[in-house]
């Protein structure tokens, strides 16, 4: 099973459109989770945090249930400027940071 | 808003040479690392740093890649000789001091090796 996993995509969606990425990962005694973004050939972005309780910013949702060990990130009303790849990123033991694949996400007018 | 830095941008180098990449992390961050990414695929770790020494590697970080903080700003990754299969982008990352914090990224050093 791969650290950590998602899936590719690319989510083609309208603009306004609510649109929700999931992710996997594989080691259980994970602690820190964080939803990046890159756009093409720039550098990861941090987008949130996850924290087990869920959290919202703006229009994005995060959500973490440790005992499936499932990531979610949900966007609201989605923006052109949201066109970017989703990266999932997990802790794999002390600070070591996981990165998935990616997700492709592209909100089209 | 502190940003990480890295130099140069773009390098083009020859098979066999010798490279240099630099980074200046976040001034009061305390980890430092480096990660890679190939064209088309994932964001891959390479190496942390903490208290002046290597605190983890991965597979990829064999004996031809060394990391070095030489004067307490400046945070470098040396790979002594370049493989085709070198030509990546190369992040630096920093971290506060808090564990669980998240990476900042730099810009990226686009390395082509030809």
């Known amino acids: 099973r791969k650290e950590v996993e998602q899936d590719p995509g690319p989510f083609n969606v309208p603009e306004g459109a609510t649109v929700a990425f999931n992710c996997t990962y594989s080691?259980?005694?994970?602690?820190?989770f964080f939803w990046y973004r890159q756009d093409c050939r720039k550098e990861p972005k941090l987008l949130m945090s996850v924290y087990s309780s869920g959290n919202e910013d703006g229009r994005f949702t995060a959500q973490l249930n440790r005992a499936s060990q499932y990531i979610s990130l949900l966007i609201r009303d989605s923006k052109l400027s949201d066109s970017a790849t989703y990266l999932c990123?997990?802790?794999?033991?002390?600070?070591?940071?996981?990165f998935g694949a990616g997700t492709i996400l592209r909100v089209k007018s | 808003e502190p940003e990480v830095t890295q130099t140069p941008s773009h390098q083009v180098t020859q098979m066999g040479q010798e490279v240099i990449l630099r980074c200046v992390p976040i001034s009061n961050h305390l980890y430092f690392y480096w990660y890679r990414q190939i064209l088309g695929q994932k964001v891959e770790f390479l190496v942390s740093?903490?208290?002046?020494?290597?605190?983890?590697k991965s597979e990829i970080f064999d004996d031809q890649f060394s990391v070095e903080r030489p004067d307490g700003s400046n945070f470098t990754l040396k790979i002594r000789s370049t493989k085709l299969e070198d030509s990546a982008m190369y992040f630096c990352a920093s971290q506060g001091a808090l564990n669980n914090s998240p990476l900042h990224f730099g810009n990226g050093t686009r390395l082509t090796v030809t």
């Open positions: 080691n259980s005694a994970s602690q820190s």
């Open positions: 740093f903490y208290n002046n020494e290597i605190s983890e």
């Open positions: 990123v997990v802790n794999n033991k002390g600070n070591k940071l996981v």
